[in-house]
């Protein structure tokens, strides 16, 4: 049975930090793709970060770059996204979302396997 699971998330004061984890179980997560999204209230979900099955490339949305990192364990079957300098407007629920490819893509149309989300809140 395919799996991803979210955790990580939880509440932090802006220019905080939070690490998000993926953890996948049922297929071998080295040959896919994935990606982390985020959806606010109101909001149409939008894609974060990408990270290819090699480990070799990461994208990023212009709104986390340089604050957001990506990376992945293939022997833990896991992937991360490290949230530094936190702002208010992060504030959503993260999913991960998997696709067996090398290829990153920004629309969550294209994701096959998707975990349940965690709850990230920016507040002081």
């Known amino acids: 049975q395919v799996q991803l699971v979210e955790s990580g998330g939880g509440l932090v004061q802006p220019g905080g930090s939070l690490r998000l984890s993926c953890a996948a179980s049922g297929f071998t997560s080295d040959y896919y793709a994935i990606g982390w999204f985020r959806q606010a209230p109101g909001k149409e979900r939008e894609g974060v970060s990408c990270?290819?099955?090699?480990?070799?490339?990461?994208t990023y949305a212009d709104s986390v770059k340089g604050r957001f990192t990506i990376s992945r364990d293939n022997a833990k079957n896991t992937v991360y996204l490290q949230m530094n300098s936190l702002k208010p407007e992060d504030t959503a629920i993260y999913y991960c979302a998997a696709r067996k490819t090398n290829v990153c893509y920004s629309n969550s149309l294209y994701y096959t396997y998707w975990g349940q989300g965690t709850q990230v809140t920016v507040s002081s």
């Open positions: 990270i290819r099955s090699s480990g070799s490339s990461t």
